[in-house]
């Protein structure tokens, strides 16, 4: 089976986003951020109230925190410093599945396994101390409706989790259910925050003028400082669970991601952005070159990074990534055109996901201008996949213009353990 080059030209116009298309996307995000605020069923965007404000950096003391959102779980004990500074005194990860060995996150995985097991890693990152008393900050980054900072209940899974018994739920009661049977009585769970919102909070503990957090990684969401809530409440981070923004026109290849997803219908920019579904977009983009029409090969975003950043003359990199997953020979000049592909496939996400910052920083801005600020942004797409920031740059500027230069982006990453314990301190203060 051969590479059908203008099938391959027709895949990488598919992943296009013009600048007329970039800066249609900013204001539709934008829009769909007022709709939401104003409450009604027009908005794409959840806008879920987080229940805290940005915090004042002088947050001090010794917390635990918990990261859940992920493949991998991550427990810390933490001595928060205060302005700015921290210390992380231990830390526990492990991933949530070992293939083989065990799956706390596939449909037969129930929540009380889930539980225990991260209930274990809190244990184990205080030392299975019993002595002294921690406030618990978790940062479960999934949809949840919040009532206060301690009562999260999960909406819906995403990222394909699939565990049973946790949907519905207060996820803070699952953790302290299973705290309880292992016996660390101790450890106190009293806030429950997004993953976004941890990283907002991490980083406006670092350096003030910071309103907007974002997580671009196997999942994707903004949150952002709402000062105008009106009479709703007071000013507070809001969780927009902008993956879910759905007014954007689909490919023949989201399309198919979406059918082939755990929630079909749901998490429409996700699926054009994030790391979990980059690789997956790229293969079924190549398939159809390959007439081979819906297979996907299993592409991961780490081959995707491979693929783009092969320079050898002879392209062998991309050469052996696409045998090893097609069982395809290409000569160099296709893996050349595949690189193109690749990088379509990347620069879609960065300038869809760049358009939704602008959104915010409009709405931020309200009537006035934008002022200059930071954006903090953690995850593994944002960080490591290579043409992302370049292209998140070029896209802040086709839009705002010389403002663009009011805005420096961050990278946050210790945001979401940071960031949970300055909740469960800010917690702290309010109790
Ligand atoms: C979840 C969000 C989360 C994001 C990044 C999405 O799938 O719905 O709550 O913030 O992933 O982890």
Known sequence: MGMDKEKLAEACRAFVVDDDLLRETAAAFRRDMRE????GDSSTLRMLPSYVGLPTGAETGEFVALDFGGTNVCAAHILLKGNGDFEIIKRVARP???????DYVGETAQAGELFDFVADMVDEAIERKRGTKFLLGHTFSFPSEQTNLYNARLVTWTKEFATQGVEGEIVNNLLKEALVRIGALNVEPVAVINDTVAVLLAAAYKQSSTYIGSIYATGHNTCYYEPYLGQAAQPMILNMESGGFGKLIP??????????????????LEKMVAGRYLGDLFGLALGDAFGADGAAY?????DL???????????????????????????TAEAMRLQELAEAVIARSARLVT?????????IAGKGEIEKQHIAVDGSVYEKMPLIQEHVSRALYVILGEDSAKIDIVLENVGSLLGAAIAASMAGEES
């Open 298 to 302: 299993g592409f991961t975003s780490i």
């Open 355 to 363: 358009a939704t910052f602008c959104g915010v920083l409009w709405q």
């Open 96 to 102: 949530l599945t070992e293939p083989g060995v065990y």
């Open 251 to 268: 490919s023949k290849y989201d399309l198919r991601i979406d059918e082939a997803s755990e929630k079909p219908g749901e998490q429409h």
């Open 36 to 39: 939401g605020l104003a409450g």
């Open 305 to 331: 990074s491979a693929i783009v950043e092969d320079e050898f003359l002879d392209r062998h990199v991309v050469q052996e990534v696409v045998r090893r997953k097609t069982g395809q020979e290409v000569t």
